[in-house]
């Protein structure tokens, strides 16, 4: 793990955004718990993507499909049969590794590597209370499949016409063999995810435009331009139900990633599950033609998508020669909106500071403090992300002004109290 990756690690750790999972059993590999923070944080993220996606367009509607489904979905859609890694085996030190990312024929500590071997990346339970393989179900190993299965549903029951798209927030679950790098790479893991339907004429615009359209709305909140990228798939390695597959790279701290993927599917997932399922998942257009539609996937990571906010907005300074560490985040995004800060713990000062934040908590998540000197408290939000922090000294008694201090200018300004909503309603729009 890199320096800056270390850094961002333990502040995660230390502020309460993102804990080791199980921690006081010794942890489980590769699991994560958000914290207080943290949950404020991914839940203004889903909340963000479910607004830009469904709540603010007239073409796209939500779902919440359940993790566990018929077994026939997973064999419709070809997981049980292609959602594969090649394994080996080393004989010597008995680790396993995946296939493609050994250069070399032997493992590092000089054993021989078994034949490569199919593993398929689903995660295995059972319904009820007998383990036969009558009643074996996978968790979802992606949310898209929950998509497809309702498509008819949602043509009968809403007045969707193509194009249209259903979206959907939810956990999903891969058995992955090297999952690594903080929450990048984990086996439970959240996603966004979009399936717009569209006439088959028109789904190379419709890929176009919403490469367009994923890739704006991370540089909206706050990403560093340079460190985003659009990056088109090969035709010799796009998935066999892939006619078109572009990923939205950014540059972590162990170098550049998928954030996100807008895949041109085609119409193989609607054309599997009415072959399997003997449904007739066609559409009838206004003039009575009948078609299978094209889909457009943008599928991104929930989890992904935090981590990349964290990173970019990670900064460390000298200020007045002490070191300040920063969260920049957009404020649409931080955790906490407005900070409210008495300048001492006097009875006055803590009464009216009481009152301006119960007054602002009805409209944002708010944190009260008064504990330590006001620059620890300044310190201490500006490690969480706090866009502003309100301090209540004894000429606000007098005056009925605050001093508005911004985190990442460190300008500090006196607003009256009354004027104090609509300033910072303003402020993180």
Known sequence: MSDLMKDITGLCKRRGIIYPSSEIYGGFANSWDYGPYGVLLKNN????WWETMVK?????????????????????SGHLKAFTDPLVDCKKCKQRFKSDDLKKKECACGGELTPARDFNLMFKTHAGPVESDANLVYLRPE?????????KNVLDSTRVKI???IAQIGKSF???????????????????????????????????????????????????????????????????????????????????????GIANRGDYDLKQHQAVSGENLQYTDGEGEKFTPYVIEPSGGVDRAVLAFLVDAYKEEEVKGEKRTVLSLHPKLAPIKVAILPLIKKEPL?????????????????????SGTVGKRYRRQDEI???????????SL??????????????????DISALKEYITHKIQ
């Open 45 to 48: 993220v889903k909340k963000i």
């Open 56 to 76: 603010f367009r007239d073409d796209i509607v939500g779902l919440d499909s359940a993790i566990l489904m018929n077994p026939k979905v997973w064999e419709a």
């Open 143 to 151: 949310t898209a499949q929950g998509i497809f299965v309702n498509f």
């Open 163 to 165: 194009p249209f798209g």
């Open 174 to 260: 891969r058995n992955e063999i090297t999952p690594g790098n903080f929450t990048f790479r984990t086996r439970e893991f959240e996603q966004f995810e979009l399936e717009y339907f569209v006439d088959p004429k028109k789904a190379d615009k419709s890929f176009d435009e919403w490469k367009e359209e994923r890739l704006k709305w991370y540089l909206g909140l706050g990403i560093d331009k340079k460190k985003i990228k659009l990056k088109d798939h090969p035709k010799k390695d796009l998935a066999h139900y892939a006619k078109a597959v572009t990923d939205i790279e950014y540059e972590f701290p162990f170098g550049w990633s998928e954030l996100e």
């Open 350 to 370: 803590i009464k009216l500071a009481n009152k301006i934040y119960t007054e602002l908590k009805e409209l944002w998540f708010v944190e009260y403090d008064e």
């Open 385 to 395: 992300g706090t866009p502003y922090c309100v301090t209540v000294d004894f000429d």
């Open 398 to 415: 007098e005056d009925s002004r605050v001093t508005v201090r911004d985190r990442d200018s460190m300008n500090q300004e006196r607003i």
